[in-house]
């Protein structure tokens, strides 16, 4: 929405901010410790995904790496562990739950590898180097 114009900076970076203090205050104070670090990695992840001076969207490696880990792994390990604290059911890893976060770790990194395809155009003019741009 920034790039558009439909959004102010500003308005983004409020909005950013609120949710970054929002969201981990959530996890913090209803959830177990574990799942409270899951998260906090996540969010660090997308931070520096996103977040001057890093932007490791800039570089295609990182970029992937970056998407795979959050929606490949602790996405799926993350809910799997809330579901079984919110039922009250001991964690005890599941091969199943293991299949499915490898299977979702190499479908994030195709995402990743095909995410910037629309906007070859944009990240051109802009200097972001993707997989889609090279």
């Known amino acids: 929405p920034v790039a ?5 900076e500003k ?6 901010l609120t949710a970054g203090i929002v969201g981990p ?6 959830f177990p410790t574990l799942l409270f670090k899951l998260y906090m ?13 890093f932007r490791t969207k800039r570089n295609p490696l990182l970029a992937g ?6 929606r490949g792994f602790l996405l799926n390990f993350g809910v ?6 919110a039922i009250g059911a001991p964690f005890a890893w599941s091969p199943k739950v293991a299949f499915v976060a490898r299977f979702m770790t190499v479908f994030a990194t195709v995402i990743a590898v095909t995410k910037d395809l629309p906007d070859v155009e944009g ?8 997989f889609a741009t090279k």
Not at 11 to 16: D, F, L, M, N
């Open 65 to 70: 790496l970056t998407i795979a880990t959050v």
């Open 4 to 8: 558009s114009g439909e959004m102010s």
């Open 25 to 30: 205050s959530i996890v913090y104070n209803f």
């Open 80 to 85: 799997y562990y809330a579901v079984k604290d």
């Open 123 to 130: 990240d051109k003019a802009y200097n972001i180097s993707t």
């Open 11 to 16: 308005a983004a970076w409020v909005a950013v």
């Open 41 to 53: 990695l996540g969010w660090g992840l997308g931070a520096i995904y996103s977040v001057p001076p």
